[in-house]
């Protein structure tokens, strides 16, 4: 019997599908064990070798807890709103949904092939109606909350209310410790009684988990939408490389703030890699420090634009003796008399009205330049220095010294205040800024030199030149400078977080829309017996020509407040006929919380995100696999939503992932043609010399194992091959050379290798256990199509060491202790390797039990049953195929982990070298606990031992139990 790997992977995958192998219980007996793949976005190019790799190590772990006892949930599904969809759909016409729909299409049979143990009775997808509805209802739960850091947790706004009515929002008075937005007008219970009803709901959105704003966002004019900051590489959008710049809009926002405190000591509780938590505390970003306030000093210029300001209510009006006030964040208050500049965001508020007409043109000039560039990219970009004087001046709270205002790109408006005290006798970047502009730079470190750079350290140095503070050093220096500051009303200690709320509108088509209405511009919520609220039918998937969002197309989006239904526009009459929000929800909303969705069978779905009884039993996810990637991203929003879940008892758990793992990636061998400069002749690779060329991508398929080019394949090529139809190949001895460069595998770089190619060539298996045989799962490793011969010849002599010619070679013989001690080392370390995850050092333990027992002829089945038992989560189909040529019934994927015995490997005997005067001349096994007597009286007498001496009286004989034995003499 040969080994037909594509029609043994068909039949198995076929039994798994209609017998549900993989389904997992709510209700089993058994220890719950949840694994849970990062899911992907179905994009038109399919899986490529690199994308299983994660999945195929989860599905390991999952096959070998099955096998170890557990109720394993394994789930699949799509995360599948997307901006890929949606320009799809604006070139084409073709409706987001229909090409979703033939993406995942394609994704499954690829998933399926590959022998993935997937219950796919739970699969979500994110763009499917009945699964927004549920993100649609959280949204609506978080907007009618606010998290109160008295008790330190999330709670319903009717609570806020109820305090509002009885005693205002001062929190003298009402006890109030909550999070909101910045600089809150403080009103009495008289006051808020008496207030609209439009005025309540303005003032209750500066308190809201999720809450309109303006704010400053990425803007990317060529896609029509916000982009976060990781959709945003190197200034440009990571779809499609276009320009980015920074402006303002009305937008919603999530009140992540609220929760940094509480996302950066969740890290201590949960097993991930450290360099991952260090990226979120990185960017959670935790300060303590002070914050200070500077007076601007008014000029009569100032006053006049200031006082025309029509924005400002009455108890903010501006005058010489009420002046604009600067509020800065330091962690550094024992620099303050170092203070010899402060630098505000081109984006600050207060940029305008104390910019003075001189400097005006320059200013506008560079707040143009700074617009361009990503907030991502201003922080990276630490070699250049740029800015602009305001013309205007603050006054030092102690000092009462004037300090220039500048604004410079490296300050952020969205990160703190907005607004940074140069200290550059402190801090490099003031340093050079002071330097580049020739501003001076003060010196207030007690015996240290600054001439040539910044001190930026706070250890072993005292203060200097700085009035009360001289003497002191950072500790003492900082209690007491916050104290004066106290003191002068201008200041207090404070904690700061980098971390920034998360914008949370989307100016695109294919999202979740906003269960949202609004009555006189204020937002109302739709009521959850009516969601989902669905996306509505759109001529174009484009923003409207007046700049609305591609939604402001639809003609039948508007909300009956009568009838609860979507009806036409034209039926608006603002008084029960209301509009609909236009913007949808961003990528990250429907995989903030998919987690939780898995674990709630289909049946019950209509009536729950997920079942109290679902959620008790699974609780969060045991082990999750994905790419570090989204360390800033989904990994951190995730956790929010799940504490805020938490805080209202909709959830029992604190975090979604106990475990994560970060699998590394599988690089691609791209191939390069090179080009002479000016010509269209290109060079064979060893020809370029000292040419001038330029290295082209070309698709790897034409490339062979030896690096040439199949030139009439290439420019016979469907897509690319006009762009070389009339060039010139150079040659050298008669083949085209191509260069070879290892870089991440895309599509754009043309060395993607397609996993269907390697399943029909090779098989599922092989391409599984190649993957893992490449290296450790957590590093990155270059793909190399020849490499995976050698476990295609590995399955191959498995298959031979089970099936002869006639049939099954295994039989009830009794096993040899070699077999058994081959089976039992080859347990010991698989077990240990698969809890380690190691899966690479498992490969090559198989292949050297397969060759052992191979050259042991070993035929019994208590060796060889259990060994298929230890490759199955690795090989599913060749194992489910030999246990079932074994006489089995069933499927092996839940058969008993064979149990290590330590007894097998403790060697019974030991093959003695004999040596003469230190010469090795012949080997004599021995029991291993013979005494060293019985071991010398057993040498002695041997025959080899009599003709070596020759008579001769040996001197000594030395005996080391268990290694050697010496005749000296």
Same mark, same amino acid.
């Given at each position: 019997?040969?080994?037909?790997?594509?029609?043994?992977?068909?039949?198995?995958?076929?039994?798994?599908?209609?017998?549900?192998?993989?389904?997992?219980?709510?209700?089993?007996?058994?220890?719950?064990?949840?694994?849970?793949?990062?899911?992907?976005?179905?994009?038109?190019?399919?899986?490529?070798?690199?994308?299983?790799?994660?999945?195929?190590?989860?599905?390991?772990?999952?096959?070998?807890?099955?096998?170890?006892?557990?109720?394993?949930?394994?789930?699949?599904?799509?995360?599948?709103?997307?901006?890929?969809?949606?320009?799809?759909?604006?070139?084409?016409?073709?409706?987001?949904?229909?090409?979703?729909?033939?993406?995942?299409?394609?994704?499954?049979?690829?998933?399926?092939?590959?022998?993935?143990?997937?219950?796919?009775?739970?699969?979500?997808?994110?763009?499917?109606?009945?699964?927004?509805?549920?993100?649609?209802?959280?949204?609506?739960?978080?907007?009618?909350?606010?998290?109160?850091?008295?008790?330190?947790?999330?709670?319903?706004?009717?609570?806020?209310?109820?305090?509002?009515?009885?005693?205002?929002?001062?929190?003298?008075?009402?006890?109030?410790?909550?999070?909101?937005?910045?600089?809150?007008?403080?009103?009495?219970?008289?006051?808020?009684?008496?207030?609209?009803?439009?005025?309540?709901?303005?003032?209750?959105?500066?308190?809201?988990?999720?809450?309109?704003?303006?704010?400053?966002?990425?803007?990317?004019?060529?896609?029509?939408?916000?982009?976060?900051?990781?959709?945003?590489?190197?200034?440009?959008?990571?779809?499609?490389?276009?320009?980015?710049?920074?402006?303002?809009?009305?937008?919603?926002?999530?009140?992540?703030?609220?929760?940094?405190?509480?996302?950066?000591?969740?890290?201590?509780?949960?097993?991930?890699?450290?360099?991952?938590?260090?990226?979120?505390?990185?960017?959670?970003?935790?300060?303590?420090?002070?914050?200070?306030?500077?007076?601007?000093?008014?000029?009569?210029?100032?006053?006049?634009?200031?006082?025309?300001?029509?924005?400002?209510?009455?108890?903010?009006?501006?005058?010489?003796?009420?002046?604009?006030?600067?509020?800065?964040?330091?962690?550094?208050?024992?620099?303050?008399?170092?203070?010899?500049?402060?630098?505000?965001?081109?984006?600050?508020?207060?940029?305008?009205?104390?910019?003075?007409?001189?400097?005006?043109?320059?200013?506008?000039?560079?707040?143009?330049?700074?617009?361009?560039?990503?907030?991502?990219?201003?922080?990276?970009?630490?070699?250049?220095?740029?800015?602009?004087?305001?013309?205007?001046?603050?006054?030092?709270?102690?000092?009462?010294?004037?300090?220039?205002?500048?604004?410079?790109?490296?300050?952020?408006?969205?990160?703190?205040?907005?607004?940074?005290?140069?200290?550059?006798?402190?801090?490099?970047?003031?340093?050079?800024?002071?330097?580049?502009?020739?501003?001076?730079?003060?010196?207030?470190?007690?015996?240290?030199?600054?001439?040539?750079?910044?001190?930026?350290?706070?250890?072993?140095?005292?203060?200097?030149?700085?009035?009360?503070?001289?003497?002191?050093?950072?500790?003492?220096?900082?209690?007491?400078?916050?104290?004066?500051?106290?003191?002068?009303?201008?200041?207090?200690?404070?904690?700061?977080?980098?971390?920034?709320?998360?914008?949370?509108?989307?100016?695109?088509?294919?999202?979740?829309?906003?269960?949202?209405?609004?009555?006189?511009?204020?937002?109302?919520?739709?009521?959850?017996?009516?969601?989902?609220?669905?996306?509505?039918?759109?001529?174009?998937?484009?923003?409207?020509?007046?700049?609305?969002?591609? #939604? *402001?197309?639809?003609?039948?989006?508007?909300?009956?407040?009568? +009838? @609860? %239904?979507?009806? /036409?526009?034209?039926? =608006? &009459?603002?008084?029960?006929?209301?509009?609909?929000?236009?913007?949808?929800?961003?990528?990250?909303?429907?995989?903030?919380?998919?987690?939780?969705?898995?674990?709630?069978?289909?049946?019950?779905?209509?009536?729950?995100?997920?079942?109290?009884?679902?959620?008790?039993?699974?609780?969060?996810?045991?082990?999750?696999?994905?790419?570090?990637?989204?360390?800033?991203?989904?990994?951190?929003?995730?956790?929010?939503?799940?504490?805020?879940?938490?805080?209202?008892?909709?959830?029992?758990?604190?975090?979604?992932?106990?475990?994560?793992?970060?699998?590394?990636?599988? #690089? *691609?061998?791209?191939?390069?043609?090179?080009?002479?400069?000016? +010509? @269209? %002749?290109?060079? /064979?690779?060893?020809? =370029? &010399?000292?040419?001038?060329?330029?290295?082209?991508?070309?698709?790897?398929?034409?490339?062979?194992?030896?690096?040439?080019?199949?030139?009439?394949?290439?420019?016979?090529?469907?897509?690319?091959?006009?762009?070389?139809?009339?060039?010139?190949?150079?040659?050298?001895?008669?083949?085209?050379?191509?260069?070879?460069?290892?870089?991440?595998?895309?599509?754009?770089?043309?060395?993607?290798?397609?996993?269907?190619?390697?399943?029909?060539?090779?098989?599922?298996?092989?391409?599984?256990?190649?993957?893992?045989?490449?290296?450790?799962?957590?590093?990155?490793?270059?793909?190399?199509?020849?490499?995976?011969?050698?476990?295609?010849?590995?399955?191959?002599?498995?298959?031979?060491?089970?099936?002869?010619?006639?049939?099954?070679?295994?039989?009830?013989?009794?096993?040899?202790?070699?077999?058994?001690?081959?089976?039992?080392?080859?347990?010991?370390?698989?077990?240990?390797?698969?809890?380690?995850?190691?899966?690479?050092?498992?490969?090559?333990?198989?292949?050297?039990?397969?060759?052992?027992?191979?050259?042991?002829?070993?035929?019994?089945?208590?060796?060889?049953?259990?060994?298929?038992?230890?490759?199955?989560?690795?090989?599913?189909?060749?194992?489910?195929?030999?246990?079932?040529?074994?006489?089995?019934?069933?499927?092996?994927?839940?058969?008993?982990?064979?149990?290590?015995?330590?007894?097998?490997?403790?060697?019974?005997?030991?093959?003695?070298?004999?040596?003469?005067?230190?010469?090795?001349?012949?080997?004599?096994?021995?029991?291993?606990?013979?005494?060293?007597?019985?071991?010398?009286?057993?040498?002695?007498?041997?025959?080899?031992?009599?003709?070596?001496?020759?008579?001769?009286?040996?001197?000594?004989?030395?005996?080391?139990?268990?290694?050697?034995?010496?005749?000296?003499?």
């Amino acid at each position: 019997m040969q080994y037909h790997f594509n029609d043994i992977e068909a039949k198995w995958q076929k039994y798994w599908a209609e017998n549900q192998t993989f389904k997992a219980s709510n209700s089993s007996d058994k220890p719950k064990y949840y694994v849970l793949d990062m899911f992907p976005y179905p994009s038109g190019a399919g899986l490529h070798v690199g994308h299983p790799l994660g999945y195929i190590a989860s599905d390991i772990y999952a096959r070998y807890k099955r096998h170890k006892g557990f109720n394993v949930l394994h789930p699949q599904g799509y995360d599948s709103f997307g901006l890929p969809a949606e320009q799809y759909a604006i070139q084409t016409g073709q409706h987001p949904a229909i090409t979703t729909e033939t993406n995942i299409k394609t994704y499954r049979r690829q998933l399926d092939q590959i022998g993935f143990s997937f219950d796919w009775s739970r699969e979500v997808r994110t763009s499917s109606p009945e699964y927004y509805k549920w993100t649609q209802w959280i949204f609506i739960q978080l907007f009618e909350s606010y998290y109160c850091f008295n008790d330190n947790k999330a709670k319903d706004i009717k609570e806020l209310i109820y305090v509002f009515k009885l005693n205002g929002n001062c929190p003298k008075e009402s006890g109030l410790n909550v999070a909101c937005d910045d600089n809150i007008e403080i009103f009495s219970a008289d006051d808020w009684n008496g207030f609209s009803s439009e005025k309540q709901q303005e003032i209750l959105l500066q308190y809201r988990l999720t809450y309109l704003a303006e704010t400053e966002v990425n803007w990317c004019p060529a896609l029509g939408t916000v982009l976060a900051n990781d959709e945003i590489v190197n200034g440009v959008s990571e779809r499609g490389g276009h320009p980015v710049i920074r402006k303002k809009m009305t937008q919603w926002s999530m009140r992540i703030s609220a929760y940094a405190e509480r996302l950066l000591q969740g890290l201590e509780t949960i097993d991930w890699t450290e360099s991952l938590k260090e990226s979120q505390r990185n960017w959670i970003g935790k300060s303590v420090g002070a914050s200070v306030t500077f007076n601007v000093k008014m000029t009569s210029e100032m006053l006049k634009q200031v006082q025309h300001d029509e924005t400002q209510s009455p108890s903010e009006l501006v005058s010489e003796s009420h002046p604009l006030k600067i509020e800065v964040f330091t962690t550094r208050p024992d620099t303050i008399f170092g203070v010899s500049f402060m630098t505000l965001a081109p984006e600050h508020e207060l940029v305008s009205q104390i910019t003075t007409p001189q400097q005006k043109a320059e200013v506008e000039a560079y707040i143009l330049a700074t617009s361009k560039r990503s907030e991502r990219d201003r922080m990276a970009d630490v070699k250049t220095i740029s800015g602009a004087f305001t013309g205007a001046y603050a006054e030092h709270p102690f000092s009462k010294k004037p300090i220039p205002i500048w604004i410079g790109d490296y300050v952020l408006a969205g990160y703190g205040t907005g607004a940074v005290m140069a200290v550059p006798c402190g801090d490099q970047r003031d340093y050079d800024f002071a330097k580049h502009f020739n501003i001076p730079i003060p010196n207030i470190f007690e015996g240290v030199d600054i001439s040539e750079e910044a001190y930026a350290s706070k250890d072993n140095v005292k203060i200097a030149n700085s009035d009360f503070l001289d003497g002191m050093n950072y500790k003492k220096a900082s209690k007491r400078a916050i104290f004066e500051l106290e003191q002068l009303g201008q200041g207090e200690g404070k904690t700061n977080f980098r971390l920034r709320d998360a914008v949370f509108s989307r100016q695109r088509y294919w999202g979740e829309p906003f269960p949202v209405y609004y009555v006189n511009g204020m937002p109302q919520m739709i009521d959850k017996q009516h969601l989902p609220i669905t996306l509505p039918e759109v001529e174009k998937y484009l923003p409207t020509e007046t700049g609305e969002p591609p #939604l *402001g197309r639809a003609d039948i989006w508007a909300w009956d407040t009568t +009838t @609860n %239904t979507v009806v /036409s526009n034209d039926k =608006i &009459n603002n008084t029960t006929i209301h509009p609909l929000e236009l913007n949808t929800m961003p990528g990250w909303a429907g995989s903030s919380w998919y987690f939780f969705r898995y674990m709630e069978e289909k049946a019950n779905r209509g009536e729950y995100f997920a079942s109290k009884d679902a959620l008790n039993y699974w609780e969060n996810v045991d082990l999750y696999i994905g790419g570090s990637e989204h360390a800033t991203g989904h990994l951190l929003y995730s956790r929010f939503w799940v504490k805020f879940l938490k805080d209202r008892e909709f959830v029992g758990v604190e975090e979604p992932f106990k475990k994560l793992i970060n699998q590394g990636m599988i #690089l *691609g061998t791209s191939a390069f043609v090179y080009r002479e400069d000016g +010509t @269209n %002749t290109y060079l /064979s690779k060893g020809l =370029i &010399n000292d040419k001038k060329v330029a290295p082209i991508h070309v698709k790897v398929q034409y490339v062979n194992a030896s690096d040439e080019l199949d030139i009439e394949g290439l420019k016979n090529d469907g897509e690319f091959g006009e762009d070389f139809k009339d060039a010139e190949f150079i040659l050298e001895d008669g083949v085209y050379k191509v260069g070879r460069e290892v870089e991440k595998m895309s599509k754009s770089k043309y060395n993607v290798v397609n996993p269907d190619n390697i399943c029909e060539q090779y098989g599922a298996d092989s391409l599984r256990l190649y993957e893992m045989f490449l290296g450790p799962l957590e590093q990155a490793k270059p793909w190399n199509t020849a490499g995976i011969t050698g476990v295609h010849g590995f399955l191959k002599k498995l298959w031979k060491l089970y099936i002869g010619e006639n049939g099954v070679n295994v039989n009830d013989a009794e096993p040899t202790k070699d077999n058994l001690k081959t089976l039992h080392k080859t347990i010991k370390k698989v077990e240990e390797d698969i809890e380690n995850f190691s899966f690479n050092t498992s490969v090559s333990t198989f292949m050297i039990a397969v060759n052992e027992l191979t050259a042991q002829k070993c035929t019994s089945k208590e060796v060889l049953q259990p060994l298929l038992v230890l490759l199955s989560p690795y090989a599913p189909h060749i194992t489910e195929e030999l246990y079932s040529q074994l006489g089995n019934e069933g499927s092996i994927a839940t058969v008993a982990f064979p149990k290590f015995d330590a007894s097998h490997l403790v060697e019974s005997s030991k093959n003695y070298p004999i040596s003469f005067n230190g010469k090795m001349r012949f080997t004599l096994e021995l029991p291993m606990d013979m005494s060293k007597d019985d071991i010398e009286k057993t040498v002695m007498a041997h025959e080899k031992t009599i003709a070596q001496l020759d008579g001769r009286t040996p001197k000594k004989v030395i005996i080391v139990p268990g290694k050697i034995v010496n005749i000296v003499g």
